[in-house]
């Protein structure tokens, strides 16, 4: 029922900046939780960030004080910051939304890939 779509991933250099956007089909008001993971090659996905709907936020140590979640629910979006990106933050970034139903449901982007240079 919902989609959601990612986009805003790129090549930059260590110590640039980011944003990723997570647009979702349909109205995202009632949710439960939604967020960031990521995976690198080889590796399992990874926790990044998430945002409550009474808009509390959670980080992992590796990426607390550089990244921040946001949304805008008028624009049904999800928006990932990152700054201070080093090159162990490459990987493939994919947000998720836990709906507000019952049962819940979760829905996961296609995912947008993010690559740093050292």
């Known amino acids: 029922q919902v989609q959601l779509v990612e986009s805003g991933g790129g090549l930059v250099q260590a110590g640039g900046s980011l944003r990723l956007s997570c647009v979702a089909s349909g109205s995202i008001r009632s949710y439960n939780s939604m967020g960031w993971y990521r995976q690198a090659p080889g590796k399992q996905r990874e926790f990044v960030a998430s945002l409550s709907s009474a808009d509390t936020t959670n980080y992992p140590g590796s990426v607390k004080g550089r990244f921040t979640i946001s949304r805008d629910n008028a624009k049904n979006t999800v928006y990932l910051q990152m700054n201070s990106l080093k090159p162990e933050d490459t990987a493939v970034y994919y947000c998720?939304?836990?709906?507000?139903?019952?049962?819940?449901?979760?829905?996961w982007g296609q995912g947008t890939q993010v690559t740093v240079s050292s």
């Open positions: 998720y939304i836990v709906c507000r139903t019952w049962p819940p449901l979760d829905y």
